[in-house]
């Protein structure tokens, strides 16, 4: 499986921006779907997740102001981040079966950096 997210970038606060994950693999629609984040000298932590049938969990801190979607005709997954802050900084990994609470997943690909400026 190969997992290629993107769209991230520099966003003053406030601003909003959205994630997207292409996916490779004839089964992604079965997978529960996720992000997961770190931030600069913090560990890695779950950000959201979107499972097979659509439920989704958010980490509290991005809860009303993230929201994480699916396509699976497309093989992909978003992280719509509206209401940006500083402390959203971080390197974000598009996940297969993150573990709600913690900062690990079944498996992750390469992050894409979003920065927030003040």
């Known amino acids: 499986v190969q997992l290629q997210a993107s769209g991230g970038g520099l966003v003053q606060a406030g601003g909003f921006l959205r994630l997207s994950c292409a996916a490779s693999g004839r089964t992604f629609s079965s997978y529960t779907m996720g992000w997961l984040r770190q931030a600069p000298g913090k560990e890695r932590e779950f950000v959201a997740q979107?499972?097979?049938?659509?439920?989704?969990n958010y980490a509290d801190s991005v809860k009303g102001r993230f929201a994480i979607s699916r396509d699976n005709a497309k093989n992909t997954v978003y992280l719509q981040m509206n209401s940006l802050k500083p402390e959203d900084t971080a390197l974000y990994y598009c996940a297969r079966n993150p573990i709600i609470g913690t900062g690990q997943a079944n498996y992750w690909g390469q992050g894409t950096l979003v920065t927030v400026s003040s």
């Open positions: 979107i499972t097979w049938s659509g439920s989704t």
